[in-house]
């Protein structure tokens, strides 16, 4: 099946810092998700974007299908920013699969 | 708003005994599945529905059963529960295609005695 390996694991700033945080997949893919897992557990969509760039707020995503990598962009980190960070892609490409997890980045910034 | 709903949010069970989860949406979406999360690992997908038609993760245990009565609903039944089935479960639904977005409801932490 797929492979999704994201980079860093943990990841440790300072409020106010810049983050880039990394997902490689070892196939091609018409889906990339990226979440926030909260505190709580629940996982948060933040983006779907299988091509190109988005941006909402302080997070923006760019996914360069035809090299099999997507990245993460934080800009100026607050502490709510804080959890683990997973992107995903489908098992396989075509039907309505499931989704295949990177093992997450943790993020702590701290005040 | 739309959404996907879990109960309860935490259940406790003893080693053994039958539990039940369940997971509704207002999404109106074809496919439902259901995903376990152990402590610091990412999730794993057990099984999904696409409309009535299940379909079995490989390596989903046979203790771990699903139904899904209507569109609205799925249920998962552990049969007998075991210590390592303690764990984050999570449903999630999407429109029909893999290249669809997936939504996730708020989860259920399952803790076995």
């Known amino acids: 099946g797929i492979q999704v390996e994201q980079s860093p694991p943990d990841l440790i700033l300072q409020e106010g810092a810049n983050s880039t945080l990394r997902c490689n997949f070892s196939d091609s893919v018409n889906n990339l998700q990226w979440f926030h897992q909260n505190p709580w557990g629940q996982l948060i969509n933040l983006f779907y974007?299988?091509?190109g760039t988005k941006q909402n707020g302080r997070l923006s995503a760019t996914t360069v299908a035809t090299e099999r990598y997507s990245l993460l962009y934080i800009s100026s980190s607050q502490t709510t920013d804080s959890g683990v960070y997973f992107c995903a892609v489908p098992n396989s490409g075509g039907g309505a699969d499931g989704l295949t997890f990177g093992k997450g980045t943790h993020l702590i910034i701290q005040p | 708003d739309a959404m996907v709903i879990q109960n309860p949010r935490y259940q406790v069970t003893q080693f053994g005994k039958p539990v039940t989860l369940s997971c509704s949406q207002t999404l109106n979406h074809n496919v439902m599945y259901w995903y376990q999360q152990k402590s610091s690992q990412a999730p794993k997908l057990l099984f999904h529905y696409y409309d009535k038609d299940f379909n079995n993760e490989a390596d989903t245990p046979d203790n771990f059963q699903s139904r899904r009565p209507n569109t609205s609903f799925c249920f998962l039944d552990i049969r007998s529960p075991g210590l390592g089935d303690a764990a984050m479960y999570l449903c999630?639904?999407?429109?029909?295609?893999?290249?669809?977005?997936?939504?996730f409801g708020p989860g259920t932490r399952l803790t076995v005695l």
């Open positions: 974007i299988p091509s």
């Open positions: 999630a639904t999407s429109a029909q295609y893999s290249y669809n977005e997936q939504f």
